[in-house]
């Protein structure tokens, strides 16, 4: 296989005394859909965050296309083609659908000028409907899975190689997992990796391609996603709080 886009190599964090992810390895491949699982406090949004370069870890070394990137901080992960969609969305309540998207385009705009981001704006409204009837509309009078759309939105606009999503279900009725799921599928499809994390580890070995299991801070199994959905251990350890 290719060199992986993303490596995670022993990469630990810490929060004072707390061992939040503890020598966590894992690749992401090019063009691949992966996922990380696991129950509550595994884990698995400190792996995200210092991927992301928002939490520094202790220990381990992250590589990205080629490069070392661990110590740097947000914004560079955001420059070098990394995206993250954070747990609980973020989105700025006050401003509207469109100038959030704006946001999300801002390293764009700042080398080409805001008017470069209307084609991806209306790339992202294509892609869903429901913002663009919304776009004047203060984002926080949208429904939650609207708000997962802008936030999916946003991150898109950063035109990443690598787009992160922690806990896509957060707080969302199921039927809007049956329609989120088929767009990051297309997105995928197009190239796009996307790193998802998840506690609904059915829905997650669903859509993915390949997944790490995550328990106490480490990865305990990992494989191709159909292999963990129909292994015992997975099912037990997991799917009973997922449900
Ligand atoms: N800012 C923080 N300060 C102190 N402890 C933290 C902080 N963030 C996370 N932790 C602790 O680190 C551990 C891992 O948390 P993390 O948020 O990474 O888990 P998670 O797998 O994302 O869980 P969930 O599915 O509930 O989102 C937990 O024990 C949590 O309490
Ligand atoms: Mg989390």
């Known amino acids: 296989m290719s060199n992986p886009l993303l490596k995670l190599d022993g990469v630990s964090v810490n929060y004072g005394r707390i061992e939040a992810a503890r020598a966590v390895s894992l690749e992401v491949h090019e063009g691949e859909f992966v996922s990380i699982i696991g129950s509550n406090g595994a884990g698995k949004s400190s792996t995200l965050k210092a991927i992301a370069g928002v939490v520094k870890p202790v220990a381990g070394a992250i590589t990205y296309a080629g490069k070392q990137v661990h110590g740097r901080g947000p914004h560079e992960m955001v ?14 309540a006050d401003q509207t659908v ?62 990443p190689r690598l787009l992160m999503i922690d806990e896509v279900s957060l707080g969302l009725a199921p039927k809007v997992l049956d329609f989120l ?30 997944a790490y299991v995550m328990e106490n801070g480490r990865i305990t199994m990992s494989g191709p996603s159909a292999q963990l959905a129909g292994n015992p251990a997975v099912m037990e350890a997991y799917l009973g709080k997922a449900a």
């Not at 420059?79 to 700025?92: D, H, N, S, T």
């Not at 705009?109 to 981001?117: C, D, E, F």
């Not at 294509?126 to 926080?140: T, V």
């Not at 088929?182 to 390949?210: C, D, F, H």
């Open 79 to 92: 420059a070098c083609g990394i995206a993250m969609v954070p747990e609980g969305r973020y989105v700025f």
């Open 98 to 159: 469109e100038d959030n998207l704006i946001l999300g385009g801002y390293i764009h705009a700042q080398r080409k000028g805001v008017a470069s981001l209307r084609g991806d704006i209306d790339r992202i409204y294509d892609l869903f409907s429901r913002l663009k009837e919304r776009r004047l509309q203060a984002a926080g009078s949208l429904s939650g899975g609207e708000q997962q759309m802008l936030a999916i939105g946003r991150g898109l606009l950063s035109k």
């Open 181 to 210: 799921f088929p767009v990051l599928k297309e997105l995928n499809r197009q190239g796009l990796a996307i790193l998802l994390v998840e506690q609904l580890a059915v829905q997650a070995l669903s859509v993915t391609t390949r």
